[in-house]
């Protein structure tokens, strides 16, 4: 593979992971009932909407969830994954039914990343601006709230010292090693594609 095909596959995937970011914040943003008219949750949905609207059509919601942005994740990771082959030399023919499962794995790992840097952030902002009301502040609690709500109600009262994101981070840990790359590995994904993990 020549420098031009490397160039072309690192600005691919850098590019294409930055759009599936926010194909799945969309869904995410929905799923934990973030604030619509945030100026991030707006980005979200302009940056979404020429793609996300005509799949509307095809894939509507259920019980809540935005299915179709989760749908168009799905296409996103699938086609990033396929362009990658394409660009090192490989044939993706044979592979497209596992091609399906490896674009399933890379977006749970996405999923997982997304609330795992959110706690990072959050803990960040706990301590340099605890009351912010900064739009990226406020959306980053509403992201993290749902998954520290439950381990907050399980664990002792510490007078005011909340520990719960360490349970968080433990616990997304453990999805990302034992489910996660477990998949990946059972279903044969090559290592050219783990940066998509």
């Known amino acids: 593979m020549n420098g031009l095909n490397t160039a072309a596959v690192y600005v691919l995937q850098t590019l ?7 194909v799945l914040l969309r869904f995410i943003l929905q799923l934990v009932r973030a604030d619509f008219y945030n100026p991030l ?8 909407k020429p793609l996300l609207n005509p799949l509307r059509k ?20 699938l086609l990033l994954m396929i362009l990658t082959l394409l660009l090192m030399g490989y ?25 795992f840097f959110a706690l990072i952030a959050s803990v960040i902002l706990s301590w ?14 509403q992201l993290c709230e749902p998954l520290l709500m439950p381990i907050r109600r399980i664990l002792p009262n510490l007078g005011g010292l909340d520990i719960s994101p ?24 090559p290592q050219l594609l783990s940066p998509f993990l």
């Open 16 to 22: 294409g992971s930055l759009y599936l970011l926010i």
């Open 41 to 48: 949750s707006q980005f979200a949905v302009k940056a979404t």
């Open 58 to 77: 095809v894939i509507p919601g259920f019980g809540g969830l935005d299915l179709a942005s989760l749908v168009l994740a799905l296409l996103v990771q």
């Open 91 to 115: 044939g993706f023919g044979a592979l497209l039914p596992q091609l399906l499962v490896w674009s399933v794995i890379g977006v749970t790992a996405l999923f997982v990343k997304i609330f």
């Open 128 to 141: 340099v601006a605890p009351h912010s009301h900064n739009p990226g502040a406020q959306l980053v609690n």
């Open 166 to 189: 360490i349970f968080a981070f433990i616990a997304l840990n453990l999805v990302d090693m034992l489910v996660i790359k477990n998949l990946a590995a059972m279903s044969h994904m």
